[in-house]
């Protein structure tokens, strides 16, 4: 049996997917700053012994770690303002998705308030970039389904 698309489902579709695209905006500054954070801290351990053993210059170590944190988060923004937006964005989603579904008139308002829950979560996948995108997909799909048919109380 498919739930209505007013339904609890719908709800824990667009709160599922947007948790799940916020972590990933947060997540990607943060392994960026470890890894930089154990760059240095392996180039202060490496430095005694290339002084030592007439290395000096050589830091092969800092190459290997910079192509892992080139390779790491590929598809997320760089810039920490850009990911914050965005996930202020995917919060400001399920704050209007939530609370059409919670106003006591479900006519036009609520459908205007799930509307504009889809407009930001477009504007946060645009934002976060194709990967924040993909994963705002579902919910996007989910706040549509409500946004072209009348909600009904559950």
């Known amino acids: 049996m498919i739930p209505a698309p ?28 470890l890894l930089l954070l154990l760059r240095d801290v392996f180039g202060v351990l490496a430095l005694p012994f290339s002084f030592l053993f007439g290395m000096a210059g050589n830091t092969d170590h800092a190459a290997r770690l910079d192509h892992v944190m080139g390779g790491m ?7 920490p303002a850009r990911a914050l937006g965005a996930a202020a964005l995917c919060a400001l989603n399920v704050a209007l998705f939530l ?14 308030l799930t509307g504009g829950a889809a407009a930001t979560a ?5 934002l976060g970039g194709p990967a924040v995108a993909l994963v705002l997909l579902p919910g996007l799909i989910a706040e549509i389904r409500v946004a072209a048919r009348p909600l009904t109380r559950t």
């Open 99 to 112: 609370l059409a579904h919670v106003s006591q008139a479900p006519g036009t308002g609520a459908r205007l």
């Open 73 to 79: 988060g590929a598809g997320l923004p760089r810039h």
């Open 122 to 126: 477009l504007a946060a996948g645009w």
């Open 6 to 33: 007013g339904g609890r489902f719908a709800i824990v579709t667009v709160v599922a997917s947007t948790a799940v695209a916020i972590a990933m905006l947060m997540m990607g500054p943060l392994l960026d700053g």
